[in-house]
Nanobody
């Protein structure tokens, strides 16, 4: 059973940056693909970014965040990060970390509790 704990959310002005962190425990971290999803009030949860298992040689991004967000992983620390730059009000959402025992994220097997990101205009 993998446990995921997100941190790093907060309130930021449009154009600002935040870095989300996700600490994983309870499994062999490197065999899990990792990802981030988000959910805004009244909307469905949507994919943001993911990184493949192992060294994380491949990353995937939603079109809406491509070029602004960067996902990375540190297998030595069992951590995954989401660097978010040039934030926009429409990025406001609860952000969830997910893990899946596969080469890449498809649906997510394990989920964190989420961290809130609020971007003011």
């Amino acid at each position: 059973q993998v446990q995921l704990i997100e941190s790093g959310g907060g309130l930021v002005q449009a154009g600002g940056s935040l870095r989300l962190s996700c600490a994983a425990s309870g499994g062999t971290f490197s065999i899990y693909a990792m990802g981030w999803f988000r959910q805004a009030p009244g909307k469905e949860r949507e994919f943001v970014a993911s990184i493949t298992w192992g060294s994380g040689s491949t990353t995937y991004y939603a079109d809406s965040v491509k070029g602004r967000f960067t996902i990375s992983r540190d297998n030595a620390k069992n951590m995954v990060y989401l660097q978010m730059n040039s934030l926009k009000p429409e990025d406001t959402a609860a952000y969830y970390c997910t893990a899946e025992r596969a080469s890449r994220i498809r649906k997510g097997d394990y989920w964190g509790q989420g961290t809130q990101v609020t971007v003011s205009s």
